[in-house]
Antibody
Framework: EVQLLESGGGLVQPGGSLRLSCAAS????????MSWVRQAPGKGLEWVSA????????YYADSVKGRFTISRDNSKNTLYLQMNSLRAEDTAVYYC????????????????WGQGTMVTVSS | SYVLTQPPSVSVAPGKTARITCGGN??????VHWYQQKPGQAPVLVIY???DRPSGIPERFSGSNSGNTATLTISRVEAGDEADYYC???????????FGGGTKLTVL
């Protein structure tokens, strides 16, 4: 069964850091681009960042560029999101999502989503 | 940056047809994907590449895309279809994935 399992969320103070992980199983992880998508409480979906299957190409939303870093360890089938300089507006459920078609980041849909991990930025 | 515009809410009676629109500049030239999200759950892909259905998604769900508007159509609406629906595209000019603001479908 294809599955994504996020972890690492929690409560952090403004200006602090947190690293999220997404463990993948049931598919050839290194063949697929992956993304992080977040959802603030009561709000819509917001794409955060994406990474190619090899990890050689990364993409960021303007709202997190320079503060967040996406990476992956294909030997561990795990996706990461390092979040620094956190702000109250970063409070959200963070989902990892798999692109439906093997290859680079692009026009493909997200066919598999994790259950999400909650990040709360508050003093 | 590329913007996708969805109506905040759509209401429909059971058994009728719901149409949820997603507006964007020349969106017809892009591939549009649609997701269904029920409260407390992760999104689920219901339509990809404008009009294709993943396995397990009922034939009642269909999509179209032309000009400046993409549309998700749900025929013979059921109570279980009540959810938030999001459209999504890839904006190649900015290398960003973009989501619409979401539409809450209410089944009367």
């Amino acid at each position: 069964e294809v599955q994504l399992l996020e972890s690492g969320g929690g409560l952090v103070q403004p200006g602090g850091s947190l690293r999220l992980s997404c463990a993948a199983s049931g598919f050839t992880f290194s063949s697929y681009a992956m993304s992080w998508v977040r959802q603030a409480p009561g709000k819509g979906l917001e794409w955060v960042s994406a990474i190619s299957g090899s990890g050689g190409s990364t993409y960021y939303a303007d709202s997190v560029k320079g503060r967040f870093t996406i990476s992956r360890d294909n030997s561990k089938n795990t996706l990461y999101l390092q979040m620094n300089s956190l702000r109250a507006e970063d409070t959200a459920v963070y989902y990892c999502a798999k692109e439906a078609v093997a290859g680079t980041v692009g026009q493909h849909a997200f066919d598999i989503w994790g259950q999400g991990t909650m990040v709360t930025v508050s003093s | 940056s590329y913007v996708l515009t969805q109506p905040p809410s759509v209401s429909v009676a059971p058994g009728k047809t719901a149409r949820i629109t997603c507006g964007g500049n020349n969106i017809g030239s892009k591939s549009v994907h649609w997701y269904q999200q029920k409260p407390g759950q992760a999104p689920v892909l219901v339509i990809y590449y404008d009009s294709d259905r993943p396995s397990g998604i009922p034939e009642r769900f269909s999509g179209s895309n032309s000009g400046n508007t993409a549309t998700l159509t749900i025929s013979r609406v059921e109570a279980g279809d009540e959810a938030d629906y999001y459209c999504q595209v890839w904006d190649s000019s900015s290398d960003h994935k973009v989501f619409g603001g979401g539409t809450k479908l209410t089944v009367l």
